[in-house]
């Protein structure tokens, strides 16, 4: 069990600029959320995907952001024509489902974006 | 809306001081609470978690209890390290799984 990895850790790009980012889940977790955290805030609930199905989005969730979870396995999050305000740490989680009780959520290190 | 209030940070402690930081949430049914903890440079860690009303979570010495009735969710430690210089954070469960996270209360213990 490698933990939830997220590529790239660090991603600097120029406004206008398209990004995407990628998160591989713990195998086997058939849950996966993305959240964004700004300095001094804690994260915030983007969407999140049940296998391959996105089910819930944030209204955090512009039209400018998509996230994909193709197989059911890893998850992109792109972000189009990039602004100075979407500069972030983008973090992913997973989990699975169908244990008796609470089922915990575990993140990876994130991914963070600069916009200059 | 559902939200999450912690107290403000930065809190700075003496080893072996008592430590409590504050955590209140929005009363929407009876979601699982938890506190996340995120040393520098690393990503966010499970630190305890309660899934009931009366719950006490416990772990490396952090304890907090569910308080429905105050709809609270403290952490308490009795006595703190330079190692636990971190930043915490508070949450509740929501529907689908997502988590609801305070804005996080920096620790800072000083030998």
């Known amino acids: 069990d490698t933990g939830v990895s997220q590529d790239p850790r660090h991603k600097i790009t120029k406004r206008g600029q398209n990004v995407t980012f990628r998160c591989d889940p713990i195998?086997?977790?058939?849950?996966l959320y993305w959240y964004r955290q700004t300095l001094g805030q804690g994260p915030e609930f983007l969407t999140y995907f049940q296998n391959e199905a996105q089910l819930e989005k944030s209204r955090l969730l512009s039209d400018r952001f998509s996230a994909e979870r193709p197989k059911g396995s890893f998850s992109t999050l792109e972000i189009q024509r990039t602004e100075q305000g979407d500069s972030a740490m983008y973090l992913c989680?997973?989990?699975?489902?169908?244990?008796?009780?609470?089922?915990?959520?575990?993140f990876g290190p994130g991914t963070r974006l600069t916009v200059l | 809306g559902d939200s999450v209030t912690q107290m403000e940070g930065p809190v700075t402690l003496s080893e072996e001081a008592f430590l409590t930081i504050n955590c209140t949430y929005t009363?929407?049914?009876?979601?699982?609470l938890f506190w996340y903890v995120q040393y520098p440079g690393e990503g966010l860690q499970l630190l305890l978690k309660a899934t009931k009303a009366d719950d006490k979570g416990s772990n490396k010495g952090f304890e907090a209890t569910y308080r429905k009735e105050t709809t609270s969710f403290h952490l308490e430690k009795g006595s703190v390290q330079v190692s636990d210089s971190a930043v915490y954070f508070c949450?509740?469960?929501?529907?689908?799984?997502?988590?609801?996270f305070g804005q996080g209360t920096e620790l800072s213990v000083k030998p």
């Open positions: 989680a997973s989990l699975v489902t169908g244990n008796f009780g609470y089922n915990e959520q575990f």
């Open positions: 195998s086997e977790h058939n849950r």
């Open positions: 009363a929407t049914g009876y979601p699982s």
């Open positions: 949450a509740k469960g929501n529907q689908g799984g997502k988590l609801i």
